[in-house]
């Protein structure tokens, strides 16, 4: 079974002591990562999909240290040492999410659809997907709806960016990618949002909301 877990972070409301009580759970390499970003709601952001990461692992009974554990690949990846737990996190905006699996491997992709020009984005879909959009009664939804489609499949293989979006094409909520199949689910998460998960192997999915406790101390 795959599960989604998600939250509301509202950043303006985060206490300082509660960003930095949350810090030394993470390992040295994240807590860089974070430390990078120049804007408060950005670290924030970044450090609350690894704070429900940690919700959504002591849930399945892991250690206290476990974000500390987490290596990444080459592709800058993130995953488990020694485990069949695969796991993806995305933010936009207020909300993070967490896609977390022991079958096969996911990826999540999460977008607040604020107004874009679609055309802007015709390089990176293929000429069936671009005419789809194009033709469709809300341009704008048709194209968060493959942005995000497109995006989960990327983060789910784990090569990201370094995979052209427009090399492969999503058709009928399915896709082939590097000689492997992956299905997609959309995600009701919030209005204003659109979600997509991918999977390469189908399961059914259950989704929770984790708002009132994500920065529980203790």
Known sequence: MAVIFYARCFCSTILEDTFFYWLPYLSETMQVQIKKYRKKEDACLSLAGKVLLYRVLKKQGMSESILSQISYTDFRRPFIPDSDIDFNIAHSEDVVVVAYTQLGRVG????????????????????????????????QTAFYTYWTQKEAVLKANGKGMYIPLQSFQIQSGRTYLEGEEWSLQEIQIADGYKCHLAMNQEQPVEIYDLTREIWNIG
């Open 108 to 139: 999540i992709d999460l977008e607040r659809m604020i107004p874009v020009k679609p055309g802007d984005f015709k390089s990176q879909m293929s000429l069936i997907e671009w005419q789809e959009i194009e033709g469709a009664k809300d341009p």
